[in-house]
């Protein structure tokens, strides 16, 4: 089975300032990783995916996360934050081999809070 | 595309009640997954159809869940009977292998209330 964690559940930022959010995952095979955001009121929208290949991948809104292997890491990161970025952020895994590999398995959640 | 459309949006009821919650998922999607969403459990899948076909419910906390997908444009949860405890923001999304079934759209949700 696969676990995540998102080391932070609050971060506080002033807009225009760098923020990364942590994610480290547990997993004995191979997995796919994700980062989500959740607007208030509103369903989840995909930030990025890391499926194979570099191991930077880079999503929308400006955001960009690393897959380290060794760490079990996928932090997100975005060099200069606005105040829409204000949400949550869900980091997500599912095992890339064998059955169900399109169950998701979430993180708690990192709620990103932007200050003017 | 619409996206994927959940009904209602709202749902208050009593204990005990039948609660019957609704996704129709993007057109041409052959995935479709029931998530709940509470702040002591975070995002939990309940159950995933394959082209209308349930795969794995594991997910299901019990007997009282159940969900159904008729035809590929449809899906239903239901909640017989209710219980306060199932109190939650119950979220359909959608995707289709063509994008490698990793890439969930996500409706709305439903924020179920049961007092």
């Known amino acids: 089975a696969q676990s995540v964690t998102q080391l932070d559940s609050q971060v506080p930022v002033f807009e225009e300032a760098p923020v990364e959010l942590r994610c480290n995952y547990s997993?004995?095979?191979?997995?796919?990783l994700f980062w989500y955001v959740q607007y208030p009121n509103q369903g989840l929208q995909l930030l990025l995916k890391?499926?194979?290949?570099?191991?930077l991948v880079k999503g929308i809104n400006g955001f960009e996360a690393e897959f380290n292997k060794s760490q079990t890491s996928f932090h997100l990161r975005k060099p200069s934050v606005h105040i829409s970025d204000t949400a949550e952020y869900f980091c997500?895994?599912?095992?890339?081999?064998?059955?169900?590999?399109?169950?998701?398995?979430f993180g708690k959640g990192t709620l990103l809070t932007v200050n003017p | 595309d619409a996206g994927v459309i959940q009904s209602p949006r709202h749902e208050v009821t009593e204990m005990g009640q039948e609660v019957t919650l609704r996704c129709k998922p993007i057109?041409?999607?052959?995935?479709l997954f029931w998530y709940r969403q509470t702040m002591m459990r975070g995002l939990e899948l309940l159950i995933y159809?394959?082209?209308?076909?349930?795969?794995?419910d594991s997910g299901m906390p019990e007997d009282r869940f159940s969900a159904k997908m008729p035809n590929a444009s449809f899906s239903t949860l239901k909640i017989q009977p209710s219980e306060p405890r199932d109190s939650a923001v119950y979220f359909c999304?959608?995707?289709?292998?063509?994008?490698?079934?990793?890439?969930?759209?996500f409706g709305p949700g439903t924020r179920l209330t049961v007092t």
């Open positions: 999304a959608s995707s289709f292998l063509g994008a490698g079934a990793y890439e969930q759209y």
């Open positions: 997993s004995s095979v191979s997995v796919y």
């Open positions: 890391y499926l194979s290949g570099s191991t």
């Open positions: 997500a895994v599912s095992r890339n081999s064998g059955g169900s590999n399109y169950k998701l398995t």
């Open positions: 057109s041409g999607h052959d995935y």
């Open positions: 159809f394959n082209n209308n076909v349930p795969i794995d």
